[in-house]
């Protein structure tokens, strides 16, 4: 069974402080990795798609980065409108996967001014 | 282009009621996704389409069901609705499977 997991569950970093978001698969044959963000009492929103280990996305403040068990979200310099839950998510695998996605629980990550 | 919109934005109903929830997308996408997100479970597949006329089983499939009379609108409905169904649903398309455009929800809520 896919597994996706991510940490930490939630991160409160103050304005201008770097981190990272983690987010590990259990699938074989990785078809792609997706980042969403979602706001509070809204749907989620996509961000990039990663398909190979050692590929890199960015917008804006963030970076995302896949390796072949995990991916990062690289968040630099953050400021208090990136404060959101940031989820992550696999195809299911074999086969046609018809965007059949399995979501990791999320990181609410909280920047304070 | 509205996107994905999603009706009701909130309902409350009572054990053994039935509804039905209704996705419409502008975007001509061929796919379409209802969700459910529940606190400590994350985004849960319920059905998924592949085209009008087309549906099937997603994770959670029990207690609904879903029809695609047409492209465009994707329904959900719950005959005999539950407490354990009392969830925020999301509905989604995509015209590849890859990136997915999400509604903003129906929050249900069952007495």
């Known amino acids: 069974e896919d597994q996706v997991t991510q940490s930490p569950e939630a991160l409160r970093l103050q304005e201008g402080e770097s981190s990272s978001l983690n987010c590990s698969y259990t699938?074989?044959?990785?078809?792609?990795l997706f980042w969403y963000r979602q706001d509070p009492g809204k749907g989620p929103e996509f961000l990039f798609t990663l398909y190979s280990a050692g590929e890199e996305k960015e917008k804006e403040r963030l970076k995302a980065t896949l390796t072949k068990k995990e991916s990062f979200l690289h968040i630099t310099a953050p400021k208090p409108e990136d404060s959101a839950t940031y989820l992550c998510?696999?195809?299911?695998?074999?086969?046609?996967?018809?965007?059949?996605?399995?979501f990791g629980q999320g990181t609410i990550l909280t920047v304070h001014p | 282009n509205a996107g994905v919109t999603q009706t009701p934005k909130f309902r409350v109903l009572k054990t053994g009621q039935s509804m039905t929830l209704l996705c419409a997308q502008d975007m001509n996408h061929e796919y379409m996704y209802w969700y459910r997100q529940d606190p400590g479970m994350g985004l849960r597949l319920i059905h998924y389409s592949v085209g009008e006329g087309t549906t099937a089983k997603g994770e959670v499939p029990d207690g609904y069901n879903v029809s695609r009379l047409k492209k465009q609108n994707f329904l959900l409905g719950l005959e005999s609705a539950a407490p354990s169904q009392t969830s925020v649903y999301f509905c989604a398309s995509s015209q590849t499977g890859n990136e997915q455009f999400f509604g903003p929800g129906t929050r249900l809520t069952v007495l």
């Open positions: 699938v074989s044959g990785l078809r792609g």
């Open positions: 998510a696999v195809p299911d695998a074999g086969g046609t996967s018809y965007g059949k996605l399995t």
